[in-house]
T-cell receptor, first 115, second 114 residues
Framework: AQSVTQLGSHVSVSEGALVLLRCNYS??????LFWYVQYPNQGLQLLLK??????LVKGINGFEAEFKKSETSFHLTKPSAHMSDAAEYFC?????????????FGAGTRLFVKA | DADVTQTPRNRITKTGKRIMLECSQTKGHDRMYWYRQDPGLGLRLIYYSFDVKDINKGEISDGYSVSRQAQAKFSLSLESAIPNQTALYFC?????????????FGPGTRLTVL
């Protein structure tokens, strides 16, 4: 079964600093990987996804993620944090299931941004 | 208007009560999902439906049931609520069930079972 592991349940950065949120996956087949973001009191929304077209994936709000097969990683980065980036971030992977594919989510990483 | 709506947004109930959470979508998607979110555990899949006639159990379906009344409506029921079902519940949809498909989430229902 596919799975994802997010390293660090909480990450704190200063405004303007680099954001790095770590995700490692386990998959027996080429994976489809996602990063979702959850702002306070809202549902999740897609930040970006990897579907094997390019290893560096650019998403919304200046975020990007790099797929590294040799490290089984899909870390999320942003060069300069903004206060509005404070949210919970979920890494996810697609898994084959009955009737089609499902999405398996990691435990989440909460990002705090300090002024 | 929101594409995926959930009612109620908040609910407090007592142990043993029957509870229904409702989800409606205007995206025209066939695929719908129910998840629960617990701190430190992320989102876990309860049930999913790939069309009106198709219902499938997820990883944590015990204690829950669902009904797909129409393409646009997918309800989650707790027949006899217990305190460890206190959680944030999300409904989601997707256009297809292909591996790269994005899911679209509702705003969530916060359920507290006393």
């Amino acid at each position: 079964a596919q799975s994802v592991t997010q390293l660090g349940s909480h990450v704190s950065v200063s405004e303007g600093a680099l954001v790095l949120l770590r995700c490692n996956y386990s998959s027996s087949v080429p994976p489809y990987l996602f990063w979702y973001v959850q702002y306070p009191n809202q549902g999740l929304q897609l930040l970006l996804k990897y579907t094997s077209a390019a290893t560096l994936v650019k998403g919304i709000n200046g975020f990007e993620a790099e797929f590294k097969k040799s490290e089984t990683s899909f870390h999320l980065t942003k060069p300069s944090a903004h206060m509005s980036d404070a949210a919970e971030y979920f890494c996810a992977v697609s898994e084959s299931g009955t009737g089609g594919f499902k999405t398996i989510f990691g435990a989440g990483t909460r990002l705090f941004v300090k002024a | 208007d929101a594409d995926v709506t959930q009612t109620p947004r908040n609910r407090i109930t007592k142990t043993g009560k029957r509870i229904m959470l409702e989800c409606s979508q205007t995206k025209g998607h066939d695929r719908m999902y129910w998840y629960r979110q617990d701190p430190g555990l992320g989102l876990r899949l309860i049930y999913y439906s790939f069309d009106v006639k198709d219902i499938n159990k997820g990883e944590i379906s015990d204690g829950y049931s669902v009904s797909r009344q129409a393409q646009a409506k997918f309800s989650l029921s707790l027949e006899s609520a217990i305190p460890n079902q206190t959680a944030l519940y999300f409904c989601a949809t997707s256009e297809r069930a292909l591996p790269g498909d994005e899911q679209f989430f509702g705003p969530g229902t916060r359920l507290t079972v006393l």
